[in-house]
């Protein structure tokens, strides 16, 4: 009796510590990475990130009539909320970055413009 009583309590405590193994943070260091897509009346701005920090801006409109491809790279820290991106042409963005569920704003204050904030969908 005393050998099966041993038997189960090894096996739950081979349990427990397999399911707090297996509990871990599903939090995504690098939850940028993919497509997002912002859709504003006919224009359409879409974003991919990269996993190597690289990336792809592509700007078109519904009647075809002209498109925009430009590359960049980036740097996102999870934990400031920002994003660093660097275009080709050696322009820089900082933008603060927040999720929610499916979508991801970006935003940034720019001497000419003011306050911007756009809000992108994961496609």
Do not use: P
Request: net charge negative.
């Amino acid at each position: 009796m005393k050998t099966l009583r041993f038997i189960g309590m090894a096996l739950v405590a081979i349990m427990m510590s397999v399911n707090f193994a297996a509990c871990s943070d599903d939090d995504d260091d690098n939850s940028i990475v993919g497509v997002w897509q912002n859709d504003d009346e006919g224009e359409h701005l879409r974003l991919t990130f990269n996993a190597d920090g690289s990336g792809e801006e592509y700007l078109f409109y519904d009647d075809d009539s002209e498109s925009y491809r430009y590359q960049f790279t980036y740097t996102y820290d999870s934990a400031t909320s920002t994003l660093v991106i660097t275009y080709e042409d050696g322009d820089t963005t900082k933008e603060t970055v927040t999720f929610n569920g499916n979508t991801m704003t970006l935003a940034h204050t720019d001497d000419k413009e003011g306050s911007i904030a756009i809000t992108y969908k994961k496609i």
